[in-house]
C-alpha cells in the first residue's frame, strides 16, 4: 500500500543537539571548550550550511532541537521559520532518558515544550528522543502532551499507528534505522574510542541504495542527520547529492514530517 496521498514519502529530518551532544553525556563536559565547540559547529556553521543546500533544492524539513539550544539560539530559530522549516521537540537538556527520574523526564518535556511555544508560538507536533531510548514513562508523556508523530522506533520501513498501554492512538510513529543517520558515519573525538571517519561517496552510496529499495518497495524513508556533521563542507555536497538522488525519481513527497504525517494518519486509520 502507498502511506501517503501525495506519492512516496521521504523526509530529511535534522536534530540540532549542539553542545548539549557533550553535556548530555557528562555534565562536567562544559569546562572542556575544545570539546564543547564541537558542539558549537552545529549552530555557528552547520546549519547554515545545511539551511542553505535545502533552500537550493527547495525543500522543507523538520528540526528537532533540545529546549537550552532554542533558547540560546533565536536567530537560527527565526532563520529555520523563515524558510518553512518545522521545530519539533528533542528534550530539554539532552540528557539520556534511561539515567532520569520520573520527574526529570517530565521536566524535560515540560521544559523543551514551553522553550519552543516561546519561540515559535506554537506547541510541536513531533517528539524525538535523545540518544534513541524511551521509557513507560516516556510513552505516558507522549500520549499526554498530545504529539501528531514520534520518530523514535527503528522496527519498521513504513508508518503506524503508536500504541501507548495496549491501546492505538493517533501519534504517528516515523521510524528510522542507523544506517540512514549520519553520526556512525561521521560523529569523531577523541572522547569516543573506536569511531572513524567514513568517506561521504561511500555513504552517498548506502543512503542511495537504502532510498532505491524502499522506493520499489514503496514504503517510506526518513533521514536522520546532525548539522554538526553533515553541515560539514563535504556533508553538504554529501547531502546535496542525495537530494539529487531522490528529486531524480518521480512521485516522491519530500517534506516536514508534519504534513506527511497529517496526510498518512487518515490512510492508516482506514486500514486499521
Ligand atoms: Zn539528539
Known amino acids: 500500500m502507498s502511506f501517503t496521498t501525495r506519492g512516496f514519502p521521504m523526509m530529511l529530518t535534522f536534530d540540532l543537539d549542539c553542545e548539549t551532544m557533550w553535556t548530555a553525556r557528562d555534565p562536567e563536559a562544559h569546562k572542556r571548550p575544545i570539546l564543547m565547540s564541537q558542539g558549537a ?59 532520569l527520574t520520573p520527574e526529570e523526564e517530565r521536566e524535560e518535556m515540560e521544559r523543551g515544550q514551553q522553550a519552543i511555544i516561546a519561540a515559535t508560538g506554537a506547541a510541536p507536533r513531533g517528539w524525538r528522543s535523545p540518544a534513541a531510548e524511551v521509557t513507560p514513562v516516556t510513552m505516558d508523556l507522549i500520549k499526554e502532551y498530545g504529539f501528531s508523530y514520534s520518530s523514535n522506533f527503528f522496527d519498521d520501513d513504513a508508518p503506524y499507528l503508536l500504541s501507548i498501554r495496549d491501546e492505538t492512538t493517533d501519534c504517528v510513529e516515523l521510524p528510522f534505522r542507523y544506517i540512514n543517520t549520519d553520526s556512525p558515519y561521521f560523529q569523531f573525538a577523541k572522547i569516543l574510542p573506536g569511531r572513524t571517519i567514513t568517506s561521504p561517496p561511500q555513504v552517498l552510496d548506502t543512503w542511495s541504495w537504502e532510498f532505491d529499495t524502499l522506493y520499489a518497495e ?21 547531502l546535496a547529492k542525495f537530494i539529487e538522488h531522490v528529486q531524480g525519481h518521480s512521485g516522491v513527497w519530500i517534506d516536514r514530517c508534519d504534513r506527511i504525517s497529517d496526510d498518512m494518519r487518515g490512510l492508516l486509520k482506514a486500514a486499521a
Open 41 to 99: 559547529y552545529g549552530w555557528k556553521r552547520g546549519v547554515w550550511r545545511v539551511m542553505d543546500v535545502l533552500r537550493r533544492y527547495g525543500v522543507q524539513s523538520t528540526f528537532f532541537i533540545p529546549g537550552q539550544v532554542v533558547e540560546a539560539h533565536p536567530e537560527v530559530v527565526e532563520a529555520l521559520l523563515k524558510d518553512g522549516h518545522e521545530i519539533a521537540h528533542h528534550s530539554h537538556t539532552h540528557r539520556w532518558i534511561v539515567t
Open 218 to 238: 514503496d514504503r517510506m524513508m526518513v533521514l536522520a542527520c546532525h548539522p554538526e556533521f553533515i553541515g560539514q563542507p563535504s556533508g553538504a555536497i554529501l
